[in-house]
């Protein structure tokens, strides 16, 4: 039974921090395919390492007096792994918490998958039954680290902050590290175990990079523009991504913004009531300034993030109701639930890091936008990318295969004919011909020194680049890396 424990309990810690890693990096590295097979790959690495070196150690040492000392070690560096990666990255940026997350996976990884083989030495007294134990403990093994995925994906992460469920981890690891202790040496040895837990505790009282709000998807906080009394800036994992103020819905700091509001004011009629969806919600800025000078308006928001939602409720003073209807669920799954011709105007605005999530930018997903897109209607959409705007060109490039007609608007660095410097681009698609004359002065009106590109010149503007489907959608890799230094709204 203490066999079965141990075996379980290591599998399914080396889990639990493989997947708060994601978490941790998320902030530096952006929620991206690229993350996510670094810390998978790590992971492996060390389970692979791990496994390899306990047995070997196994073979050359007693494994009842490793197990106690694994066990201590590998806690202690699982509760350090928050503060350590969130210092590196606010001091070294990108580069630095990568590094720091390989070791902090790496370590506690290879050394709980020691376990394993130490504690198969030990069952293992009768060779003709190699087979039936190595089976069931690498059974075990299994069902504990798929209980590790399921608890943190689905219960811990979402109740608990990431750094207190790594915390939590390491701290039960060193109490197992005192009982073994006292198994085997007795109770004067699970004194340096639980001494331990000290530095654990102070750490999570006292360590850097704390958020202010954790939520499932992000590091949250809200910070006062010290130039504007009532402005409120929503900071997700190191990015500005709304700007509210709390005083004039009718404010709009951020100039995609100031776009999308150029688009709706010049694609109807001014004060008209709307019925709009929107892909994605942050601080739900554009939805507010709707609902301020278009009374009557009616947003339906799919706000994947329910966290995000309670700090605008709590922080941003938002008030939810039949006409600013804040949807908890995935953006895909909320367009597919919205009946046909249903929507004047659809916004885009969803991100997952610096990237908008991939199956947001699939012929499919835009296919299930114009379904819901009145004749005459609109779908704008936010986009992020960096020179050479290939992300972009290829979003516009699927887009123009499901909608008549199509355009790009930014300002001229960012759209760059040549070689773009990046930044924000507003795409605009409708079944029906764009006034992208009026569209250049509510820019214009907006403050806005940004240019429209349609017709022959977007086509050379998009080039030869692939059309995004379910099937083959690359938008990670698509998506040029930024300079750590230049933070992009989104």
């Not at 811990?156 to 085997?184: K, M, N, R, Y």
């Not at 006062?224 to 800036?233: H, K, L, Q």
Request: aromatic share 6%.
């Amino acid at each position: 039974m203490t066999a079965a424990a141990l075996v379980f309990g290591s599998s399914a810690a080396v889990l639990v921090v493989e997947l708060a890693a994601l978490r941790l990096l998320a902030p530096y590295l952006g929620l991206t395919l690229e993350t996510s097979t670094i810390v998978i790959g790590i992971a492996l690495a060390a389970i692979a390492t791990g496994s390899w070196a306990g047995g070997r150690a196994a073979d050359i040492m007693p494994p009842r007096r490793a197990l106690g000392p694994l066990l201590a070690i590998s806690g202690v560096a699982v509760a350090a792994t928050p503060f350590l990666v969130r210092a590196a990255g606010e001091t070294g940026g990108s580069g630095a918490a990568l590094l720091m997350a390989i070791v902090a996976i790496l370590v506690p990884g290879a050394l709980l998958s020691a376990v394993s083989p130490m504690v198969t030495k030990l069952v293992l007294t009768d060779l003709a039954e190699t087979g039936s134990v190595v089976g069931r403990l690498s059974g075990i093994g299994t069902v504990g680290a798929i209980a590790g995925t399921v608890l943190t994906g689905f219960v811990f992460l979402a109740a608990l902050p990431v750094s207190s469920v790594l915390v939590a981890t390491g701290v039960l690891l060193v109490l197992a590290a005192a009982a073994v202790e006292v198994a085997v040496r007795g109770a004067r040895a699970a004194v340096v175990p639980l001494v331990l837990l000290v530095p654990g505790a102070l750490g999570a009282a006292y360590g850097p990079g704390r958020c202010e709000a954790e939520t499932v998807y992000h590091c949250a906080q809200v910070q006062v523009d010290p130039a504007r009394e009532s402005g409120r800036v929503l900071v997700l994992d190191s990015l500005r991504h709304s700007y509210v103020d709390l005083d004039d819905p009718t404010h709009l700091e951020f100039q995609y913004v100031q776009a999308l509001a150029a688009v709706a004011d010049t694609a109807f009629p001014a004060g008209e009531p709307l019925e709009a969806y929107h892909l994605g919600g942050g601080g739900l800025t554009f939805p507010r300034y709707l609902e301020r000078v278009r009374p009557g308006t009616v947003s339906v928001v799919s706000e994947i993030d329910r966290g995000v939602l309670a700090i605008d409720e709590r922080d941003l003073g938002l008030v939810t109701g039949p006409a600013m209807d804040v949807r908890i669920e995935d953006a895909r799954l909320g367009l597919r639930s919205l009946a046909t011709d249903s929507r004047d105007l659809v916004v885009g605005d969803a991100f997952g890091g610096i990237s908008v999530p991939w199956h947001l930018t699939t012929r499919e997903a835009l296919t299930d936008v114009q379904r819901v897109v009145r004749p005459g209607g609109i779908y704008a959409a936010n986009l992020i990318d960096f020179a050479p705007l290939s992300f972009a060109r290829a979003e516009l490039a699927t887009m123009r295969t499901v909608f008549e007609h199509v355009a790009v608007a930014s300002d001229a660095e960012t759209l760059g004919r040549e070689v773009g410097s990046g930044g924000n681009v507003v795409a605009i698609a409708s079944d029906e011909p764009l006034d992208l004359e009026a569209l250049r002065s509510g820019f214009a009106a907006q403050g806005l020194a940004w240019e429209v590109v349609e017709g022959a010149e977007l086509d050379a503007w998009i080039g030869d680049s692939p059309v995004l489907t379910d099937d083959f959608a690359p938008v990670d890799q698509l998506l040029t890396p930024y300079p750590s230094a230049r933070r992009p709204v989104a």
